[in-house]
Each structure stands twice: as structure tokens, then as C-alpha cells.
């Protein structure tokens, strides 16, 4: 072989090589794996929010402290009602220039009114709530960056696009990076689809994995913390209850699974089992229903029944407030909840209680 057919035959090995490197490199379309849907980094995604026909849902990052994570929990106003039908018929019966038909009325509504009526426009939905987000979304947050699906199914026609649902449909994902919104809309499950297409804003479609989109569809549920304290029971070694003109401090001492004790400050020596029991079972009240960050009751803006402060030494750690709204419901709110959070009514035990404590009795 000369030198010129050696020459050639290395430089098509050379080609071949490349051909074969950038194909391995190339993301695949239509075979099952990772894709990358939105290439965005963890610390450049602002908010997500997923919409659907009546609700949304928007989980963000507190511009003033990245540790912090908010979901808004918001309804979309309804869409007005059809404008009832007027009573179209023709006087006559349909005889032309015979005598009216006065056995027919004009038709009404259900309540009485003209049918031709325009009826009243739906009442506009409650403000959104915004609540304090648990570790379950800033774990949504991180998947979502970068946005990896499970299969790249590429630019697909109108036919097969509606075929997945992703024609006019009304769910969306936005995801906001600095500033700038991507949106991707998601099959509508009215069209049968349980699988989560995603239809992005160049036009390629994508199969997003299982674990993203119910964490929006049930955010209330999973997305929304409902801790009261960050810090663990007995990390006070005190506490002081206030209600009314009445205020008594008792000591904390033990730490389970050792015994424990709580005592009056001023007589540290003589444990009060009563007063122990109390305070575990004001720990333990489990929250029914948590309202967003600056909400009221219904009713206004409940009265406070007692509070308690917990302290480590000189430190304060945190705080506990326990009011009545104007209904009788039982709202507490604490140094770390976002605002009140209703509790069970069984809680008015603990409230007769706390007289006795507060007072001495």
C-alpha cells in the first residue's frame, strides 16, 4: 500500500471517530433515560409554579433568605355563567298574523328572574394563602434544577399533539430564572393521559418523570410545614406561662428517655405531675388547619387565652400563643408558623387548666 492510500484510510478512521463520538454524545430522541428538559442551576431557579383550570400552586425561595421556602396556594376566579336563553318562541304559535298566545309566559329562571336576565357575576376567589414551606419543597425545587424527563420525543404534529392532550390545554409549569419565565404545558388529564407530557416552548415534547407533579397536585398536603418550633422539647429547661394578670416560670429537668421532671421555680424541689402532663400535651397539639402568612380567623383576629415562653438558660427560644377566634375555634401561633393554625376543640381542657397553673390553684 503507498503512502497516499495509508493517508486516506486513516483519515476515514478519523472521521469515523468523530461521527462516533459526537452520536454518543447527542441526547437521544425517543429511547427511554434521562433527558434534560430546562438546563437551570439550583441557585438560579427563583419559583416554580404549576396551574391548572381552577387553582395554582407556587413554590419559591424568600429573596431575603434562601433557607426559607414559600408555597402560595391560590384559586383562580370561575368562569362566568352561560347567559340564560330568552323564551324564543314565536307569539303566534307560528301562524302568521293570528292572535297572540297568551297562554305562554316568558320563561324564568329558577329564582324567578327574566331568563333573558344577564345573572349575577361569580363571586371573586379568596386571596391567596401564603404558607411556610417544609423540606419536602426545597427537595421539589432541587429536582426541578436542572428539569430531567425520562424520554425526548421531539417535534410532534398537530394531530399527535392533541392526542397527548397538550392543545389548549390549561396546566402549565413556569419556572422562573432570573426574572425570566419558561413554561412548559403539561397533557391535560381530561384527555386520559396519566403520564406527565410536557410540551416545551420551542415545541419538543418530553416525558417528565413520576415524582414532580404530584407534590403541586397536593401541595396543601406535602408541601406545607406544619411544625411549631424548630427546637425539640426539652431542649428548654424552662418555661413561664402568662394568662391574664397571672404569670408562673417552672423548671424543666430530664430529658427522656431519663425521667422527667417540672417543678414551680419558686419551690424547684417539689415536682408538679399535673403541671408536667399539661405542658406535654400542649407540645403535642397536632394543628388541623394552617392559615397563610398574615390571614385571619374568620371572624377577626382571635383573643389570646395564654401564652408560653421557652428558655434555654438566659435564651429565649421560641414562643406559643393560644387565642379563641369569634366562632369559638382555637387558633396557636409560635415563633416559627407564618401565622395562626387552628387546632381540635378538644384544647379547652388544656385551656381550664392553664387557669389553675397561671393562678397558683
Known sequence: MNVRGVALQGTLAAVGLVAAFLTWQREPEGLPGEVTVLDISKRALQKARYDDASRFVEVRRDPQDEETIWVLLGDKPKPPPAPAMADGGVPDGGVAGGA?????ALATTAGGADAGTPPAPPAPPPPPRELRGNQMAEALLDRLAPLKGTRALGELDAKKLEELGLVNSPRKLTLTVGGREQVLTLANLAAGWSSPYALREDGRVFLLGPAILPD???????????????FEQYEADSFTLAQGKNSRTFIVSGKPPAPVT?????????PDELVRNWYDRIWRTVPVEVLGRGEEPPG????????????????VLGHLTLARGAKGDFFVRTE???????????????VG?????????
Open 100 to 104: 297572540a298566545d297568551a297562554g305562554t
Open 216 to 230: 403541586f397536585e397536593v401541595a396543601l398536603n406535602r408541601l406545607v410545614d406544619r411544625r411549631q418550633h424548630t
Open 262 to 270: 417540672v417543678a414551680p421555680k419558686e419551690a424547684p424541689d417539689k
Open 300 to 315: 377577626g383576629a382571635p383573643e389570646e387565652v395564654f401564652r408560653l415562653e421557652y428558655r434555654k438558660g438566659d435564651e
Open 336 to 350: 416559627h408558623t407564618a401565622g395562626w393554625m387552628k387546632v381540635h376543640a378538644t384544647v379547652d381542657t388544656l
Open 353 to 361: 387548666e392553664a387557669t389553675k397553673i397561671a393562678s397558683g390553684g
